[in-house]
């Protein structure tokens, strides 16, 4: 079979290997089938190119286009994604496997798209907070805001997820409008280089966005500046190297680790044998040493329960991981395939004697374990192994050594507190888990525990039909772990963009706090227009456009009738006395809801118009009581725009209901959807 040359993309061309190359090995038959690396890339070049062409392109855009750029992303990679799947057979992944690394990574560009264009403004700038009033007037104000950096993401990426660990990181760097550079780890850059190959192939992504380095990195970290960015992912040796960088700590540079993680999974005390917990307990850690032959991250490396279920749960695992067959990934029958290479394999072995002095073998022999079929021979197999600590207190490996394989240490624990101290021995690590039915464990654990895992979950028989799995971080929920897992974070949602932008604390006027953000603030310029603003379509309409209402008293008949029409005859609204003897009240005042429905009687316009839907409030506050005699007036104006879609748009718009001594008795937005 010919060696593939893994090529590099840089400068907006691809890079042909040299001489300086390694090569890359079939995990699966050992054989040679790929090499990777060139040391004469001009990395400094990759920067200047990434910083002047990529970044501006991206930064022409707002998040909206970026979002609906890697949602077309995504479709791209679904319709080629059986050429992934094909060539990560060699990875030792099983199709299983592929599910997670090439459907998990296209599934994280698709949710990074839908929550970006929900959470973030159809603008190129991030309001972060509410705006803060600096001074007794209001013309004074400040604003946190969020910029995109001017530099270049550095993606330094684990072997184990050629194609998620790229695109998880791409998502939130492109949302935020830094361009990235990537350099997957040289074991599976091959998978890597074809999933870049189909991204740049489509066309979708502006000039200079996105290059590759296949192989080493040369010295690029040399070069760079305090706007960018580098996110590490891989041994906790390697992050401190690079962590360590003169460049890096000399400009600050910004650096997320997410390194090797000692996970546990506790059985809780009320999950006894014979408990819905205790088999879902059974399952979840077979799957978690098994998936991607336990080179996750994330996998299960320490199994705790309670000393009664010691022995049946020991049997339960042993005879659960004997049913899955290892071998050939390529075959439908195959549970688990092989680790990496021989040399990750070799890796496993050396951790798992260091394991071996606190603990006994009871599962797998990797030493005699042979797989079935002769060009296999070669290939880095090895069996679940199952590992038992009899005294996990004085344990000096078992909460300090990650064997990045199948591998899982049962120990036994004697209450919650103690189950707790065992699990923050590991000093950090990415992901917990607890599986049972008692609330109260769970809240015991998230407090003796918390501080020490990026992720805790949670699993009994009221979630586990729809629970997601142990090891499976998503695009909505932070990745990363403090301590031994690396001090990092990544995704959670929009937080995960935040690490690309720069914060920043903007005070002025309210128009200049307007202008900037984009969004009208309380006391910045108001445009009267001669028409009501719900008679104009959503385009036409003017950030900071304000209908002022006619004024309206309120009667005490008016307050009554809505008490009796609504149910709500609340004391404060009916009873003098009662409503005087609240310290909140000088005597019977207007429902807080009735003002609301009043105002939307003095706003509205009533006639079909552009207006489609009120879809809701925020921010509600009533400030002042209102009495019957009162006048109430509306002011109405346009905060913020956010087109939806060809048709329709959502407006915000900030509401102040005014008493007849121009005092704010409430305000809010109100949302609603208008006709584009
Ligand atoms: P590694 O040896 O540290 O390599 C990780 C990445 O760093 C690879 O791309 C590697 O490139 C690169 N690298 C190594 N030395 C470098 C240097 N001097 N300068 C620049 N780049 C360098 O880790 P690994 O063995 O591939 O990965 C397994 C480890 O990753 C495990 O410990 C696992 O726990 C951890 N991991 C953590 C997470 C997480 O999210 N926390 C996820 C997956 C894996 P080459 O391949 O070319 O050497």
């Not at 009871?362 to 296999?376: A, C, H, Q």
């Not at 009738?561 to 009240?585: C, I, L, S, V």
Request: hydrophobic residues 40%; glycine residues 10%.
């Amino acid at each position: 079979m010919a060696i593939q040359d893994v090529r590099s993309f840089a400068t907006g061309v691809w890079i042909d290997c040299n001489e300086a190359a390694r090569t890359i090995h079939s995990a699966i038959t050992g054989k040679t089938i790929a090499r990777a690396g060139n040391d004469t890339l001009d990395v400094a070049g990759m920067l200047e190119y990434a910083k002047k062409v990529g970044g501006q392109n991206l930064r022409k855009m707002n998040f909206h286009a970026r979002a609906k750029m890697l949602k077309a992303i995504a479709q791209s990679l679904t319709e080629h994604k059986k050429a992934l799947y094909q060539i990560s057979f060699s990875t030792g992944a099983t199709q299983k496997d592929h599910l997670i690394d090439i459907d998990g990574g296209i599934g994280t560009l698709f949710a990074y798209s839908s929550m970006a264009r929900r959470e973030m403004p159809n603008s190129d700038i991030y309001l972060d907070g509410k705006v803060e009033r600096l001074s007794r007037n209001g013309t004074f104000l400040g604003q946190h805001v969020c910029t995109a950096l001017q530099g270049v993401a550095i993606h330094v990426n684990a072997f184990n997820f050629p194609v998620w660990g790229m695109l998880e990181k791409l998502a939130p760097a492109f949302l935020a409008g830094v361009p990235a550079i990537v350099k997957p780890a040289t074991a599976t850059c091959h998978v890597t280089e074809l999933c870049v190959r189909i991204m740049l192939d489509s066309g979708l992504l502006p000039e200079g966005t996105l290059q590759l380095v296949s192989g080493d990195l040369g010295n690029m970290l040399d070069h760079l500046t305090p706007q960018d960015i580098v996110s590490f992912t891989g041994s906790a040796e390697t992050a401190l190297l690079l962590r360590s960088h003169p460049r890096i700590l000399s400009n600050a540079t910004r650096f997320i680790a997410e390194q090797d993680s000692l996970n546990a999974s506790i059985l809780g005390p009320d999950a006894a044998l014979g408990t819905v917990e205790f088999d879902l307990f059974t399952k979840e850690v077979i799957r978690e040493m098994t998936t991607k032959a336990g080179q996750k991250c994330t996998a299960i490396r320490r199994i705790l329960v309670p000393e009664p279920q010691l022995e049946p749960m020991i049997e339960r695992l042993k005879s659960g991981l004997s049913e899955v067959i290892t071998g050939d990934p390529r075959l439908e029958t195959t549970g688990m395939g092989a680790l990496v290479s021989q040399s990750q394999k070799q890796d496993v072995l050396k951790k798992i004697r260091l394991l071996e002095k606190d603990t006994e073998c009871i599962l797998g022999d990797p030493e005699t374990f042979t797989v079935e079929g002769k060009e296999l021979q070669d290939g880095a197999f090895i069996p679940p192994i199952l590992l038992y600590c009899n005294d996990p207190d004085s344990a000096k490996y078992v909460h300090s050594v990650e064997a990045f394989g199948p591998v899982s240490t049962i120990m036994a624990y004697r209450d919650i507190d103690h189950a707790s101290t065992l699990l923050n021995n590991s000093k950090g690590s990415l992901v917990a888990s607890v599986i049972t039915n008692d609330a109260d464990v769970a809240r015991e654990v998230t407090m003796n525990s918390g501080a020490f895992h990026g992720r805790l979950y949670f699993n009994n028989r009221v979630s586990m039909k729809e629970s997601t799995g142990h090891g499976s971080p998503l695009p909505h929920m932070i990745h990363g772990g403090p301590g031994r897992a690396g001090g990092g974070e990544e995704m959670g949602g929009i937080r995960g963009v935040m690490h690309y932008m720069q914060r920043t604390g903007i005070q002025g006027s309210p128009e200049i706090l307007s202008q900037i953000g984009r969004k009208w603030v309380p006391g910045a310029y108001e445009i009267t227009e001669q028409d009501h603003p719900f008679t104009r379509k959503f385009g036409s309409l003017k950030i900071g456009e304000t209908l002022a209402t006619g004024s309206r008293q309120i009667s005490m008949a008016d307050i009554e009738k809505f008490a009796y029409f609504t149910g709500d005859t609340f004391y404060a609204h009916m009873d003098e006395e009662a409503a005087k003897r609240n310290p909140f009240f000088p005597g019977r005042v207007a429902h807080g809801y009735l003002l609301l429905s009043f105002a939307a009687g003095l706003f509205v316009e009533p006639n079909e118009g552009p207006v489609l839907a009120n879809t809701g409030l925020d921010n509600l506050r009533f400030m002042k009581p209102v009495q019957a005699g009162d006048k109430i007036n509306v002011r109405l104006t346009v905060k913020h725009k956010t087109p939806r879609n060809e048709e329709y748009g959502e407006v915000r718009w900030h509401v102040n209901i005014l008493n007849q001594g121009n005092e704010l008795v409430a305000e809010y937005d109100l949302l609603t959807i208008n006709a584009r």
